[in-house]
């Protein structure tokens, strides 16, 4: 596996995702058909020398081993799904207008099991308390490769975000009860629940609490949902400044199986399955319903929602239906989720340049019905 990770650089960084029927097999997301995203090489580090520094405006900076992280702190398990923010960006595509980016399906998520200390006890040990909250960000960052389009990559939320205890904010060690591979950030990453995968900054070697965001372009001058009058780079620029970094992801939800263009068999009852995974609104899971209509949304059937029956908050869901639809060329079936915080999803979002956040209606169009 090490040497397949060698191959990428800063010009062919790796960026894949599996097909989205393979992607909804399996609640746990195995490592090996997960997607990857990444803005330059990937590392190859070593657990025994690697160190990560918490400092800034903080009162006692340090710096703490993975040793460390793993023993001298309580180690914390949370589920929960990590999305692209350009998740779904083929569809904003070819539904509503051109967007720049790489051409995402419905793929570019996982769902994974992590394992780590709780970040707001790392902060806690460097004398970080809420009375330091007003105003102040956690940047975190990694200075092992270069990227793309800067010389590091960083990332940055609101240190409130990291001291609340509920937001199950970690640095993990492990995904699925193993430890992290080099393509998901192996020997730290950080995981922040329900926030665009942007934030979660693999290869973590350097944390700083500070009075402003990350300054890296990553956090500055990308994964923002421009206003729909910034059509191209030169009516972008001035929006960069004053649109908000994306943070928390949108309700979402799939249509896996069928796929599109797919030719589909109706059972004796005159129905089609169908399956796909739903996540939450930020902080507002769990997924509380999925609805599947084979009628152009004029009505909607509920859908089952499988797994394990434990409510998490932060996890997807997946979900299977049986639908009525009439046999034919060119048939559509759409998909919507609701979740704890009474979010819905809607038709479509809103466009913008960069393509992120796109959380219009999961759909499988252009089916075969025979």
């Not at 193993?178 to 979660?200: C, D, E, K, Q």
């Not at 372009?217 to 972008?236: E, G």
């Not at 819905?344 to 759909?363: A, K, M, P």
């Amino acid at each position: 596996m090490k040497n397949e990770f060698h191959k990428y650089s800063v010009q062919n960084p790796l960026n894949r995702e599996p097909p989205v029927k393979t992607l909804v097999s399996s609640f746990f997301t195995p490592g090996d058909i997960s997607y990857d995203r990444n803005h330059g090489p990937i590392p190859h580090l070593s657990a025994d020398t690697h160190t990560v520094r918490i400092d800034g405006n903080v009162p006692s900076p340090l710096r703490l081993s993975i040793h460390q992280l793993q023993t001298e702190f309580s180690q914390h398990e949370v589920i929960c799904a990590l999305e692209c923010a350009g998740n779904r960006r083929h569809a904003m595509r070819t539904l509503l207008k051109e967007v720049q980016g790489i051409d995402w399906g419905d793929a570019a998520v996982m769902n994974c099991k992590w394992k780590g200390p709780r970040l707001s006890d790392v902060l806690r040990r460097a004398g970080v308390t809420s009375n330091l909250n007003q105003g102040l960000y956690v940047a975190f960052s990694c200075y092992q490769v270069q990227c793309q389009e800067d010389d590091w990559f960083g990332s940055s939320v609101e240190l409130k975000r990291c001291l609340d205890e509920d937001m199950d904010a970690i640095l993990a060690w492990e995904m699925n009860g193993s430890p992290l591979t080099p393509n998901h950030g192996y020997p730290v990453r950080v995981v922040l629940p329900g926030v665009a995968g942007a934030r979660w900054v693999k290869w973590l070697d350097r944390i700083t609490v500070q009075d402003h965001e990350s300054s890296n372009f990553y956090q500055q001058r990308d994964y923002k949902v421009l206003p729909p009058d910034a059509v191209d780079r030169v009516s972008a620029e001035p929006y960069w400044g004053r649109t908000p970094a994306m943070c928390d992801m949108p309700i979402n939800s799939v249509v896996a199986v069928p796929e599109d263009g797919e030719t589909v068999h109706l059972s004796e009852l005159g129905t089609v399955e169908v399956k796909g995974y739903a996540v939450p609104h930020g902080a507002d899971g769990p997924v509380t319903g999925v609805q599947v209509s084979a009628d152009g949304g004029q009505t909607w059937v509920d859908a089952e929602i499988e797994g394990p029956s434990l409510v998490r908050k932060w996890c997807w869901v997946l979900w299977r239906a049986k639908v009525n639809i009439e046999r034919g060329t060119e048939r559509q079936i759409l998909s919507r989720a609701f979740d704890r915080g009474g979010n819905l999803q809607q038709e479509h979002s809103q466009w913008n340049l960069r393509g992120v956040g796109y959380n219009g209606y999961g759909r499988a169009s252009d089916l075969i019905i025979v």
